[in-house]
């Protein structure tokens, strides 16, 4: 299993920036990919942006230029940068971290093969 911790949500004034993280602890050794979600009210949870084992980011088009991911491995820690926030940012943010591939990863007697673990997210305001 793999533990996610996310930080740095708050309210914020529109135009202001934030920085997210999100600690990874546990079988990170297997981690071959992480995103960071969200889920405004009554909305359903959207991919915000993601990043892959070799480093190829991904982002909705909505954030595209405002929200940059990046990762620091020797700190099993992801990161989202969000700046020039809106309103329509307000949300619940989630880190996900995905688990093996279709190919496996062993670790202490387990292995996966594509699991996803959530962390319990971080609650970003923008106010207008």
């Known amino acids: 299993q793999v533990h996610l911790v996310e930080s740095g949500g708050g309210l914020v004034q529109a135009g202001e920036s934030l920085r997210l993280s999100c600690a990874a602890s546990?079988?990170?050794?297997?981690?071959?990919?992480m995103g960071w979600y969200r889920q405004a009210p009554g909305k359903e949870r959207e991919l915000v942006a993601s990043?892959?084992?070799?480093?190829?980011?991904h982002y909705s088009d909505s954030v595209k230029g405002r929200f940059t991911i990046s990762e620091d491995t020797v700190k099993n820690t992801l990161y989202l940068q969000i700046n020039s926030l809106k309103p329509e940012d307000t949300a619940i943010y989630y880190c996900?971290?995905?688990?093996?591939?279709?190919?496996?990863?062993?670790?202490?007697?387990?292995?996966?093969?594509?699991?996803?673990?959530w962390g319990k997210g971080t609650l970003v305001t923008v106010s207008s």
């Open positions: 996900k971290a995905r688990l093996g591939t279709v190919q496996g990863c062993a670790v202490g007697g387990r292995n996966y093969y594509g699991v996803d673990f």
């Open positions: 546990g079988d990170t050794i297997c981690i071959s990919a």
């Open positions: 990043i892959g084992s070799g480093g190829t980011t």
